[in-house]
């Protein structure tokens, strides 16, 4: 089995990494790991599993993160997984939503590691790629370092040794998922001992870096990062990503031609893609301009109207000026 390259990866976030954010990112980057947003397992059963689980090959290496608790039914996701030639399955233990919880999925399974154990055993037994868990650190009142290195511990029995762990417990009772990606206290240092007391797992830290110098402090002590909010707030965060983690040797990027690739995604999909879907990873190239809310209005009444050829050259002349 091909195993994946960690160092660097982009985080799951649902409404952001979808199809079009991933070609995007990888115009910049052609190394980072790329995740899906969570798809629900029921979802992917019922549903019309093509459109949740299509994607380009030009994504990969990229890793279809699941959420769910039943075993039939990651199996029958991740047989999919195998199917539609993704490089990993994630398993979500760390979405804090009500809604998602109700579902038994997400963080609230911390709570239950004999269930996750279970499940990525199952997992692990369907999958011809790599299976991983992607945690908090603790959950509501199960906030010790023990409880953290049991949970991981007991999974790990599962034979899953790749574990991301966003470094911030999770607070079911009271707080929304955005308060609890910013509210919950970092604890990097229960990740670090995590790796030090069980150097045989690969651990991936996640959570509050902001730059590609946190990114090498990190490296010191786990085996790789995670970059969520930072990279969809400005994709090119991952410019020198392949250069400073990968040893590849450093690309001159025009972001002029990033644009111009981009757009012809857009013009080959503005038919069956929603323009919302389209127009995010455009707006998160905004980042830093001045006078960016009266561009991303501009931006956004050219899209919805489909005048692609203005909305171009609107990029182009942004990116020169
Ligand atoms: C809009 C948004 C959606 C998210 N959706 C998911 C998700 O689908 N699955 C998941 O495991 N984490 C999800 N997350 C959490 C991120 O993967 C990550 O753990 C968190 O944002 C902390 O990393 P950061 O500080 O680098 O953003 C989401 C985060 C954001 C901002």
Excluded: W
């Amino acid at each position: 089995m091909l195993k994946n390259n960690y160092t660097f990866s982009v985080a799951p976030m649902m409404g952001v990494t979808t199809p079009s954010a991933r070609f995007m990112y990888r115009l910049i980057s052609k190394k980072a790991v790329l995740f899906t947003e969570m798809i629900a397992t029921q979802a992917i059963y019922r549903g019309d599993y093509n459109k949740f689980l299509k994607k380009n090959s030009i994504e990969e290496p990229v890793v279809l993160q699941v959420g769910g608790s039943d075993n039939e039914l990651l199996k029958f996701s991740t047989n999919l997984a195998n199917k539609y030639g993704y490089q990993g399955v994630n398993l979500n233990v760390g979405c804090p939503s009500k809604k998602v919880s109700q579902g038994r999925m997400g963080a609230c399974l911390m709570k239950e590691a004999d269930i996750v154990r279970d499940c990525i055993k199952t997992m692990i037994s369907e999958s011809s790629s790599e299976v991983s868990v992607k945690c908090r650190i603790g959950v509501d009142e199960f906030e010790s370092y023990n409880f953290f290195k049991e949970f991981i511990s007991n999974v790990s029995d599962s034979g899953c040794n790749t574990f991301f762990v966003h470094a911030r417990k999770a607070f079911l009772k009271g707080l929304d998922p955005k308060k609890n990606r910013t509210l919950p206290p970092l604890k990097y240092d229960y990740v670090h001992r995590l790796k030090r007391e069980m150097p045989q797992l690969n651990i991936i830290i996640n959570g509050g870096i902001q730059t590609l110098e946190e990114c090498h402090n990190q490296l010191k002590s786990v085996d790789g990062v995670m970059v969520g909010r930072s990279i969809q707030a400005n994709p090119f965060f991952l410019e020198e990503v392949d250069h400073q983690f990968y040893n590849q040797k450093m690309r001159s990027l025009e972001k002029n031609q990033v644009i111009a690739k981009y757009f012809e995604y857009v013009k080959e999909n503005i038919d069956t893609v929603s323009t919302y879907e389209l127009l995010s990873p455009l707006l998160a190239l905004c980042f830093g301009i001045p006078g960016s809310k009266k561009f991303k209005q501009e931006v956004n009444d050219l899209i919805r109207n489909k005048d692609l050829e203005k909305l171009e050259n609107t990029y182009l002349n942004l990116i020169a000026a």
